[in-house]
Each structure stands twice: as structure tokens, then as C-alpha cells.
């Protein structure tokens, strides 16, 4: 379902934001969270692990 996908694109990249406005401190640089999103577009990172990767940017 490619319009699925693009959603889904969308919402990892403005998690970060989101977790931000929500109060905890996110540490992550542009390139970082750039090879995140280019592994998320290639498939080679399911759901649970980009969840896990983006949980390790964060503190409050």
C-alpha cells in the first residue's frame, strides 16, 4: 500500500519533534535520524526496532 507507506514515512520523521514538544529531551543528530529513515524506506527495519532506536534518543 504505498500511500500507507508514505504515512508511515512521514510519522517516523516527526516523531522526534512530537516527543520534543511532549517534554523529553531528544539527543539525535541530523545523519543519524537521516540513516534511520533511509533503512525505514528500504525495509531493512521493521517497526519494533525503529521504535527501539528512536526510544535510544531519548531522555527527560
Known amino acids: 500500500m504505498p500511500a500507507l507507506e508514505a504515512r508511515n ?4 520523521a516527526a516523531v522526534p519533534a512530537y516527543l520534543s ?3 523529553l529531551f531528544v539527543a539525535v ?4 535520524a537521516a540513516d534511520l529513515a533511509e533503512r525505514i524506506d528500504h525495509d531493512s527495519l521493521d517497526v519494533r526496532s525503529a521504535a527501539a532506536q528512536i526510544r535510544s534518543w531519548t531522555r527527560t
Do not use: I
Not at 543528530?29 to 543519524?32: A, G, I, L, P, V
Open 29 to 32: 543528530t541530523t545523519k543519524t
Open 9 to 12: 514515512k512521514l510519522f517516523a
Open 21 to 23: 514538544a511532549s517534554g
